[in-house]
């Protein structure tokens, strides 16, 4: 069943909670609500579900406003799970998904062959036909959201709100639950759910609805609306935004020590690949102007660079360095400050890029991250390993990830104070 909502906005009281808010949402879609707290996520699913009515605006069912349709046949066709809730009476597994049948019961009616069916086909679904005896004081708070949802199943509904599902559930219980959700809807259904954990979301979800202060401020496409700059714009965070290489799905990594955007200590060209430094290049990026080279587009380095906006120094996926490519690192080696040598591995393909450094940085702070496993990621017959010791020879540091910050930041210090002794001499 398809939900459309037009120009909806409601208020409490006097203060507004959403202001013209469009949204489309068709059978077998997963569209997950997110926005930081008091953005009117709750609200609207409440509204969805109508219980709430608005100031202005609409919402269809197909093409029936969801106020026409009489309370009984509204719960026939959508059931809603709010944050936090549980049953007035310490119930049965049971007992519980059985009210899920209320319904679709005439008056005085007992349950029925048929209402039976559903509530052990909810019950199977939701992996609770074990527990089905157990009372809601004796369950765990995964198993808890597990029978709330059974009791939406037995509704048997054609769309699913959801408000927080995954509410204080640990990781294997929130997938656990997420999996009941996507089969819902790959079944036919339509499933609306307010998520604050934006990867969870981004995991699971065709589309999102970004709100901020009851308006709405994007809807599309994990990758469209989980922008570096969206959320800035609404939560106040600098946030690392990936294609997770595995599922193609975008991952939100929130930076503690983000970027700054005022002026740097200084130029640094990091040198890496395969995702050796990306877990580096939000450090250094904080603190330096940062160069990275030489990579292929696809690399999940560049990957992170580009989420950076670190430039990036880009060959085509496995090929090897290129003139062009060469030419551009040696001009950037000698632009910079200083050279980071990540823990990458070398080949015949990307050995120029330790050539461009012992030749062109000499006289620069050099360091070598994990120098001493460096003939363990030598795939070129010991040509790169003579390559770092050459290199090391020269002056290089070796420095274990961790500590390339600080002496990074130690060397180009002693570079400075030297620079200025020289020039007052």
């Not at 004081?137 to 048997?156: C, H, V, W, Y």
């Not at 910050?405 to 001499?425: D, F, I, N, Y």
Request: glycine share 8%; charged share 20%.
């Amino acid at each position: 069943m398809k939900v459309t909502i037009r120009s909806l906005s409601l208020a409490y009281s006097l203060d507004p909670v959403l202001t013209d808010v469009d949204l489309e949402v068709q059978e077998e879609e997963i569209l997950a609500v997110v926005g930081p707290n008091g953005a009117g996520k709750s609200t609207l699913l409440r509204a969805i579900s109508g219980a709430l009515q608005p100031q202005k605006g609409a919402i269809y069912l197909d093409f029936r406003a969801v106020w026409d349709f009489p309370a009984r046949e509204r719960a026939q066709r959508l059931a809603m799970v709010e944050q936090g809730a549980q049953p007035a009476f310490d119930l049965t597994v049971q007992e519980l998904v059985e009210l899920g049948r209320v319904p679709h019961l005439g008056r005085l009616q007992g349950y029925r062959p048929v209402d039976q069916r559903a509530v052990a086909q909810a019950l199977a679904v939701a992996g609770l036909t074990e527990l089905a005896h157990r009372r809601w004081s004796e369950l765990s708070g995964g198993e808890r959201q597990r029978a709330l949802l059974a009791m939406a199943f037995a509704q048997e509904p054609e769309i699913l709100l959801l408000d927080e599902p995954t509410a204080h559930l640990d990781v294997a219980h929130q997938i656990e639950l997420m999996q009941l959700i996507t089969k819902f809807a790959e079944d036919g259904g339509t499933v609306i759910m307010a998520l604050h954990d934006l990867n969870l979301a981004a995991a699971f979800a065709h589309r999102l609805a970004l709100l901020q202060r009851g308006r709405l401020l994007a809807c599309g496409a994990p990758e469209e609306v989980l922008t570096p700059a969206l959320l800035r714009a609404v939560f106040g965070v600098e946030a690392m935004v990936r294609t997770h290489p595995l599922t193609g799905r975008v991952h939100v990594h929130f930076l503690l020590n983000p970027p700054r955007t005022g002026k740097k200590r200084g130029r640094v060209l990091v040198i890496g690949g395969g995702g050796s430094v990306e877990d580096l290049l939000p450090l250094l990026a904080a603190e330096f102007e940062v160069t990275l080279g030489v990579v292929a587009a696809l690399d999940s380095d560049y990957q992170v660079a580009q989420a950076l906006g670190i430039p990036v120094i880009t060959e085509a996926p496995f090929s090897p360095i290129s003139d062009a490519a060469y030419a551009e690192l040696c001009q950037s080696i000698q632009e910079v400050e200083a050279v980071v040598v990540g823990p990458t591995w070398f080949g015949p393909g990307n050995l120029r890029a330790l050539e461009a450094v012992s030749i062109w940085a000499q006289g620069k702070p050099v360091l070598v991250v994990d120098a001493e496993n460096v003939s363990a990621r030598d795939f070129t017959g010991g040509q790169a390993t003579t390559l770092f010791r050459a290199l090391l020879a020269q002056g290089a540091r070796p420095a274990r990830k961790k500590d390339v910050l600080p002496v990074l930041s130690s060397l180009l210090e002693q570079g400075t104070k030297a620079h200025q002794r020289h020039s007052q001499a």
